[in-house]
């Protein structure tokens, strides 16, 4: 689509210039043949836009072309130095008209012999000056293109000023002079206000400026996101119509390299809503700052390199009198053939962690064990039709299962690992649910011995519906 929009605006473009060409050299023939000096200064304004649209064609090629290993964030400031450059251009002009019009106040104004062709000729630039503005408009408003609103914004002033010149031609063939220069004055202000907004919005972009209601949109964004605790950073660069966006943001510190890559597709996707077509870069930091302690032990512990796991983390609190103090236990998973001097050492970096993390006068405690590698095992699901019959009556018994769909039973070195699936309450608490497990595989194992590991999945009764 936007190489689509890039050609529609070539073309308007370069309808303009060829536009803009047959009525510079009308304009010289006429003023040629009159000596007129409004008719002059519409020559001369059609030839400086012959001289615009050039670049403006130019610069729109350019800025089309992709990034390359020069130009890493592509060549789309070219619009905006282009958009400069017409603007300065732009100012030339207006000067000259200005200082035109205090000499014609101040002095007598020149003979000027105005006929009917002139007013003809003029009259005619200005039907076609305002075709032109509005298919440059129209162009630029598509394209989101600083230089195109330029380029519609000179043309603008070509209405005005054509305006004035037939207003002026008017008022020469009836005698009145001196309405053209005070005309030429009030039309000068006017286009130079537009053109210092057209030049504060460049150079905004050439020099990076970053609008704030720009960056409070995209940090609102980021933490719309599931996972964002905090959005640290904002940087942006470019344009509307090409925008570049560099967001840090911060996640809990136990989440996954998994976890934390979807958060930030999650940011990116998120910014495209607000920003469409923006180049978003996003950087996920670990939120270092939580009040949960169970988060920031888990957090300290999975640092410590080596360890690929930490489960089972207590954290008992007691008090002497006005003392309190703290007492941690974790088991954490390494590799299965680490030694029993290494295993050491990374307990007591495990513990040195929590301690830096929580402060001194905690107690750590560490189990380091093996990471388990896949373990061959055997369906015998069939063959123990008792201990299915038996998980089902111990299931049922529970008030929060409303059922047992599912029992799927393997052995693996001698002992019997088990899961089951069962259905209860969509509104079931989440301690229920494990003090049924707990309750169903204690009640198990006093009835089947050999019974291992054993994992019960509750899901809503919806769900299977």
Known sequence: MQISNTRKGERAVL?????????????????????SLVVLSQALDSTLDVVVLILLFVSLRVAAKPADESHHYGHGKAENLAALLQTIFLALILAALAREAVERLISAPPEANAPWYAIALVGGSLVIDIFRVRLLTSAAREENSEALRAGALNMSGDVATALVALLALGLVRAGLTEADAVGSLVVSAGVAAASFRVVKRSVDVLMDRAPSARAEMITEAAGRVPGVTETRRVRTRGSDRELFVDVTVATSRTASLERAHDVAEGVEREISRVAPGSDVVVHVEPNRESSDLMERVQGAASA??????????????????????????????????????????????????????????????????????????????????????????????????????????????????????????????????????????????????????????????????
Not at 15 to 35: D, E, F
């Open 304 to 465: 410590v390199e080596g360890i690929q796991e930490v489960h089972n983390v207590l954290i008992h609190e007691s008090r002497n009198g006005l003392i309190k103090s703290l007492h941690v236990t974790l088991h954490a998973k390494t590799g299965p053939e680490t030694l029993l001097q290494d295993a050491h050492r990374m307990s007591d970096r495990v513990e040195t962690a929590i301690l830096e993390e929580l402060g001194h006068g905690v107690r750590v405690d560490t189990h380091i064990e093996p990471l388990q590698p896949t373990e061959p095992g055997r369906d015998v699901t069939r063959e123990r039709a008792d201990v299915v019959l038996t998980l089902r009556h111990l299931a049922l018994e529970q008030s929060a299962v409303m059922g047992c769909h599912e029992v799927l039973i393997a052995s693996v070195h001698g002992h019997l690992s088990i899961v089951a699936h069962v259905t209860g309450q969509e509104d079931l608490p989440l301690d229920q649910i494990h003090e049924a497990s707990r309750v169903i595989e204690r009640k198990l194992r006093a009835v089947h011995p050999e019974v291992g590991p054993v994992l019960i999945h509750f899901e809503p009764a919806s769900a299977l519906e």
């Open 15 to 35: 309808w303009a210039l060829i536009v803009s060409a047959i009525l510079a050299v009308s304009k010289l023939v006429v003023w040629a043949l009159t000596s």
